[in-house]
């Protein structure tokens, strides 16, 4: 098993930029692909960046792309998600997970990660 402990979140101003970090411990981080999703208040939990185990191939979804980057390292045991220009719509509880099957490379799906982080709340006032 892995746990995964999300930190960074925060209160900021529209066009701000703040820096999620989600530590690992457990089991070896570069055999999971990573992904981070958000869930605004009366919501369903969506889908925002997704990254492979070697940190190689990356994806957005298309409300973040070009304004959030997502990263890892992985003699950190780390995950990063870096979000600029960020905007009221971007408020949500921000949460990361884990995906062990090896077959996948990353995820855009919350079924298939197996591993959850408990969130970190970003709110972006306008």
């Known amino acids: 098993q892995v746990q995964l402990v999300e930190s960074g979140g925060g209160l900021l101003q529209a066009g701000g930029s703040l820096r999620l970090s989600c530590a690992a411990s457990g089991r070896t981080f570069s055999r999971y692909a990573m992904g981070w999703f958000r869930q605004a208040p009366g919501k369903e939990r969506e889908f925002v960046a997704a990254?492979?185990?070697?940190?190689?191939?990356?994806f957005y979804a298309d409300s973040v792309k070009g304004r959030f980057t997502i990263s890892r390292d992985n003699a950190k045991n780390t995950v990063y998600l870096q979000m600029t220009s960020l905007k009221p719509e971007d408020t949500a509880v921000y949460y990361c997970?884990?995906?062990?099957?090896?077959?996948?490379?990353?995820?855009?799906?919350?079924?298939?990660?197996?591993?959850w982080g408990q969130g970190t709340q970003v709110t972006v006032s306008s």
């Open positions: 997970a884990a995906d062990d099957v090896p077959s996948r490379v990353a995820s855009a799906h919350t079924y298939e990660y197996n591993y």
């Open positions: 990254i492979s185990r070697s940190g190689g191939s990356t």
